[in-house]
């Protein structure tokens, strides 16, 4: 029995997000969907075109379904005016790999009428995180442990342009405070959504940040949120890191550990047991900063790209 592709309506929603947690139950930081979760963070984003999200049907049942997009950046330094056509999901099961290929061709047929340049596809280089709390705590893209996901792209002409590495830590003690070398001070604060399309994809969380000074002049900075959505399957809330830099003249100070360390106190104390962050796969020096904070190595993610 082959399967027919039909854009979304309402009549598709249990079964769609019903796969989508059979597809992911493996992974304990990818949250689990409800419809009233995916109504919320999907459905009602201003950006969001049913005919875009493309669900196949097989025998009367969901077998697979692809979300295509094309919408503005969501980060501060995204150009609010500017649209990108990407794939945000791909979610099939691992024996349909024709129903994978066929989606990826279909929702790739969608974009190429609406967009110039490339396809980004579980990319977060210019992010619309409609998933964002939901795919590995951040902006979606491909962990290398649904390969069925990336072999279908790769066969629809997607080309791997982003490998990072998901690194997630148990915090099953108050996590210790680590002072840096030297007088430092630190500013605590909620994070300014720069634009709308920040202000849209950041409904339901509260970004804050951790501003290192050393003499009154900018040492460094740290930008994280609770994640909340993963307590279902990991028994508590995560936090997660997903900015942070040094200036090069205070480097090699401990500046990045003594953030990063509070942090993970700030959110420990605020119930979350788990810490996860995503950096660049050839990034040594963070990986060796964040595993002496206990975090390990638990998925390589990969975003793709079609040049059209």
């Known amino acids: 029995m082959s399967c027919t592709i039909h854009a979304y309506d309402r009549r598709y929603l249990e079964g769609v997000t019903a796969l989508y947690n059979a597809e992911t139950a493996f992974e304990p930081h990818i949250a689990s969907l409800d419809p009233e979760r995916f109504v919320a963070l999907v459905e009602n984003k201003s950006c969001f075109d049913p005919e875009g999200l493309l669900v196949a049907v097989e025998g009367g049942e969901v ?3 692809i979300h295509a997009c094309v919408a503005p950046g969501s980060e501060g330094g995204h150009d609010p005016a500017r649209r990108v056509a990407r794939i945000r999901m791909l979610i099939f099961p691992r024996d349909r790999l024709k129903v994978g290929s066929a989606l990826v061709e279909a929702a790739t047929q969608w974009l190429r009428s609406r967009a110039e340049g490339e396809i980004e596809a579980l990319h977060a280089k210019a992010g619309y995180p409609f998933y964002r709390g939901l795919w590995m705590g951040g902006e979606p893209m491909g ?10 792209l790769e066969v629809g002409g997607y080309k791997i342009s982003q490998e990072s ?3 997630a830590a148990a915090m099953t003690a108050p996590p210790e405070e680590v002072a840096p070398e030297g007088a430092v001070e630190f500013v605590e604060y909620t994070t300014e959504m720069r634009h709308e399309g920040m202000r849209e994809s950041w409904i339901g969380f509260e970004p804050r940040g951790i501003r290192a000074l050393a003499n009154g ?9 609770m994640i909340p959505y993963v307590a279902g399957r990991l028994g508590a809330p995560c936090m997660n890191i997903w900015g ?10 401990g ?3 003594a953030l990063i360390s509070r942090a993970m106190a700030r959110a420990y104390a605020e119930g979350a047991r ?3 962050v995503g950096t660049q796969l050839w990034n040594a020096p963070a990986h060796a900063t964040y595993a002496r904070l206990g975090f390990r190595p638990h998925s390589v993610l990969i975003g793709r790209v079609l040049i059209l």
């Open 63 to 65: 077998t697979g379904w």
């Open 143 to 152: 962990p290398a442990t649904l390969p069925h996901v990336q072999m279908a």
């Open 165 to 167: 590495i998901f690194m």
């Open 217 to 225: 002049e900018p040492a460094g900075n740290l930008s994280w949120v």
């Open 244 to 253: 942070l830099g040094v200036p090069e003249a205070h480097r090699r100070r």
């Open 255 to 257: 500046i990045a550990t």
């Open 274 to 276: 788990f810490a996860s």
